[in-house]
């Protein structure tokens, strides 16, 4: 078994900031990309295991993903944001883990539940 834990939305006001975190629980045995996605599988930000990162290009600089590849953990820093950014933001990831089923490796490629973020005044 594979789970998603996110944490980090909420409410902000424009101009302020959120982070948001994913951790991947589970046997694990290797990750491929961790990203985030919003609204209708927009990308937002991805992550390769080699640490090369891919913005969405409405995120012009605002944002910054990382990743503790120890902890299986990914974050989205993100700044300066705007009501446009409101939305229902979702964590991806793909990989390999152990299926006690099948007693050996297999592919997996997961969604979190999703963590609003809302920005208003």
């Known amino acids: 078994q594979v789970h998603f834990e996110e944490t980090g939305g909420g409410s902000v006001q424009p101009g302020g900031s959120l982070t948001l975190s994913c951790v991947l629980s589970g046997d694990i045995l290797s990750i491929k990309t961790m990203a985030w996605y919003r609204r209708q599988r927009e990308l937002v930000a991805s992550i390769t295991a080699a640490?090369?990162?891919n913005y969405g290009d409405f995120v012009k600089g605002r944002f910054t993903i990382s990743a503790d590849v120890a902890k299986n953990t990914v974050y989205l820093q993100m700044d300066r944001l705007a009501p446009d950014d409101t939305a229902v933001y979702y964590c991806?990831?793909?990989?390999?883990?152990?299926?006690?089923?099948?007693?050996?490796?297999?592919?997996?490629?997961?969604w979190g539940r999703g963590t609003q973020v809302t920005v208003s005044s």
């Open positions: 991806y990831g793909d990989g390999t883990y152990y299926s006690d089923y099948y007693e050996r490796s297999a592919n997996f490629e997961l």
């Open positions: 640490g090369h990162a």
